[in-house]
């Protein structure tokens, strides 16, 4: 058989105790004295023992009381966090917002902007995939994200372009002049994936996937113990310490990627989109965006060009580490979209992509 120690007793017991007797605590959660000592009586009786060995001017608990002032305590504040996490309180509004993980650094300066124009928003952040985001925004999981794709958001939102981000290539992964390149890339789905295939196929370099995750922090990894080569935002260098790629003939990096938040039509307070937009333009000046087609866009001016659209001399094996495991074929321009998922102990698919 269950028995429920209801939380409205536990709380009149916690007050009855913190506040030093049962009038008080009766004035302090706007109920009767005597709806507090029935509420006692009604633990005395779950406990099956009396919750205060004396009342009174003498309030004392009894040894059994003591035990259940502990339970209770921590059970009220458990109940609080749980109702403060779900239930906004009046005048408050809670919003979900996603940010691709390649614009992750952008959340402390967006989140300072937002909280001074908004304080009664409570944000959930999360991060992740910008083709997952934008199926959460569509499927109603979240009320506005930040992303970095090409692809339009879908019914039921509406969008600004806030600028497009330029790219570059990162790692120096160990392999002969004339050998496939080894590539660390997102997982399908992925906009960015099948323009590095593109990028490639059209400079007639041979590739090959060595290398998948849907974290961020794997291809920054792979990269770095030179597994293969990946594409991420042109600043990756500055925010992550990845070394600029360098291989003859390695063609300009894919065209700049569209930034754009994305809201779910009437999901937000009005005033936060253009809150939020402020914002996010003040946390994206330390990228390098450049203006969309529109001339719309950020006011920082545009940056050189990634230097993996540079030529240089061919890397040896100590340029970026050991070469990454051979667990993918080959593709050469012209074969068709060869680029399965890698097979070798390189491959990582967990958690959350940009």
Not at 8 to 31: C, D, K, M, P, Q
Not at 184 to 195: I, K, M, S, V
Request: glycine fraction near 12%.
């Amino acid at each position: 058989m269950h028995h429920d120690l209801q939380i409205n007793r536990l709380r009149t017991l916690v007050a009855v105790v913190e506040l030093g007797g049962f009038r008080r605590a009766a004035e302090s959660l706007h109920i009767t004295q005597p709806a507090v000592s029935q509420q006692i009586r009604q633990l005395s009786g779950l406990i099956r023992s009396p919750v205060f060995a004396s009342t009174g001017r003498n309030l004392r608990l009894s040894p059994r009381g003591e035990e259940l002032l502990r339970y209770a305590r921590r059970m009220v504040a458990l109940n609080d966090e749980a109702v403060d996490r779900f239930i906004p309180q009046t005048g408050n509004v809670m919003l979900s917002v996603g940010v691709a993980s390649q614009l992750g650094e952008v959340l402390p300066e967006f989140l300072r902007v937002l909280n001074r124009g908004m304080p009664q928003v409570q944000l959930s952040v999360r991060t992740g995939s910008s083709e997952e985001l934008a199926a959460q925004l569509t499927g109603g999981q979240l009320d506005a994200a930040l992303l970095l794709q090409s692809e339009p958001t879908g019914p039921g939102t509406d969008s600004v372009e806030l600028g497009r981000m330029r790219l570059a290539w990162f790692g120096r992964p160990a392999h002969g002049e004339r050998e496939a390149v080894p590539l660390a890339l997102f997982p399908e789905p992925c906009t960015l994936r099948g323009r590095v295939r593109d990028a490639l196929d059209a400079a007639g370099i041979a590739w090959r996937i060595s290398y998948e995750s849907e974290e961020l922090i794997g291809l920054r990894s792979a990269a770095k113990a030179g597994l293969g080569m990946t594409c991420l935002v042109a600043n990756g260098d500055e925010l992550w310490g990845l070394a600029p790629s360098v291989r003859p003939g390695l063609p300009a990096p894919p065209e700049p990627l569209p930034v754009t938040l994305a809201v779910a039509t009437g999901a937000v307070p009005e005033g936060f989109t253009d809150i939020a937009e402020k914002a996010l333009r003040q946390a994206l000046r330390s990228y390098p965006l450049v203006s969309p087609p529109d001339g719309t866009g950020p006011e920082t001016p545009p940056v050189e060009a990634g230097p993996g659209a540079e030529a240089g001399p061919a890397d040896g094996p100590g340029a970026g580490g050991e070469a990454g495991p051979a667990d993918g074929p080959a593709h050469r321009p012209g074969a068709g979209p060869a680029d399965g998922k890698a097979d070798g102990a390189g491959q990582v698919l967990a958690g959350a992509a940009a």
